[in-house]
């Protein structure tokens, strides 16, 4: 059978051996044109984008889009015309030192995360400042990161874990990251589990020790949530965890999907991106000292993100080296069942799915910053 599903213990673990669609044709379309585009590249400030974290739609078909360049969020009108900013650069209520997600909340309202600050901010829809709740750390957690929704007025909250060994030449453990369910009123309410960082790697420069993340590895791991459900997973291999928010396992997704060796080319192309734009002496010695004798992996990853669509689909983002501009994405049905390829246009960062639309980021050959709405036609 295309997919086996058994319950064990209680946990339903669904199996796809391969994908219900026929190869890469999809079933469902996305228009050619864009149904809404904001951005650009001068002109009006109010629509020049600054490292755009995500963007979601609005109940009167605008969207709200979280700039982190500037700590703003930028509303724009169903017709893309520029209507306020919410925010802006500080620590006082409504303020942000790292505007990082943004989702919407009970009553339409907005909550912005700040993972500098850790803490969530509600605003209302005129833009006023409704909460604003920092995080209370659990015991021995270090850095707070808010993740997005989980349960009602809910929380899905990471906190990293220090590396297990101190820092040393080679590979050395990366910590890790531990999921927990918060309350409105920022405080943990139960753990969710466990998620590894991808290694870490030393190397000797200037008489010290420098260190950076392991080539070709997914760092944070992979995370979503909807409802009452979180999907967790590290991203090396083909299986996805879904956890309601007690942290009770209630679900394995698994498929079978090739894996990429890391061949000597992709070696030598990953040598040549990091040395690209390395323009000052220091930093090319910095550079070419972390090269010498780097360890790579006899594989890639399977995947790096995950997102849920507004109809309980689960999209997983394949993994994709730092030099390739163009992505796919595979998607699951709500019972976990791998359907196939999403009709997503090359060169689109796909940043919100909803039943008959698709919010993605474009970025030009000059940098310049554009999301734009697509309809989407979920076909029968």
């Keep these: 059978p ?32 864009p149904t809404l585009e904001v951005g650009a590249a001068d002109g009006d400030e109010a629509q020049v984008l600054h490292d755009v974290r995500t963007a979601i739609r609005l109940p009167d078909g605008g969207v709200a889009v979280a700039n982190r360049g500037i700590s703003l969020i930028r509303i724009y009108g169903p017709d893309g015309e520029h209507l306020r900013d919410i925010g802006g650069d500080g620590d006082g209520p409504g303020e942000f030192r790292l505007l990082n997600d943004l989702w919407l909340g009970a009553g339409d309202s907005l909550v912005a995360a700040d993972n500098a600050l850790q803490r969530v901010t509600v605003f209302g829809q005129d833009g006023g400042v409704g909460r604003c709740t920092a995080l209370s750390p659990p015991d021995q957690a270090g850095q707070l990161f808010p993740l997005g929704p989980l349960g009602e007025d809910g929380l899905l909250v990471a906190a990293t874990i220090p590396p297990t060994e101190p820092p040393q030449e080679g590979l050395f453990d990366g910590g890790g990251r531990t999921l927990h369910h918060y309350s409105a009123e920022g405080r943990t309410k139960n753990a969710l589990g466990e998620l590894p960082h991808a290694p870490n790697w030393g190397f000797s420069f200037q008489g010290g020790l420098a260190f950076t993340s392991a080539p070709f590895s997914v760092h944070p791991p992979p995370y979503a949530t909807q409802g009452t459900a979180a999907f967790l997973a590290t991203g090396k291999i083909s299986e996805v965890e879904q956890r309601n928010a007690h942290g009770e396992l209630v679900r394995i997704i698994r498929w079978d999907s090739r894996g990429r060796a890391v061949t000597p080319e992709l070696v030598d192309r990953f040598r040549e991106a990091r040395l690209e ?8 010695r910095s550079t070419e000292a972390m090269l010498d004798g780097i360890a790579f992996p006899d594989e890639l990853p399977a995947f790096q993100s995950l997102q849920v669509d507004a109809d309980g689909y689960l999209w997983v983002e394949r993994y994709r080296v730092p030099w390739e501009a163009e992505g796919a994405w595979w998607v699951f049905s709500p019972e976990g069942e791998w359907l196939g390829v999403p009709p997503v246009p090359a060169g689109l960062e796909v940043l919100e799915v909803g039943t008959d639309y698709l919010l993605g980021l474009r970025r030009d050959e000059f940098g310049v910053e554009r999301v734009v709405e697509h309809r989407l036609d979920r076909g029968s």
Aim: aromatic letters at 4%.
């Design 2 to 33: 295309a997919v086996s599903t058994v319950d064990s213990a209680g946990v339903r673990i669904v199996h796809s051996h391969e994908p219900a669609w026929d190869g890469d044709a999809s079933p469902w379309s996305l228009s050619q044109e």
């Design 277 to 284: 734009g390395v323009d000052t002496p220091e930093a090319r």
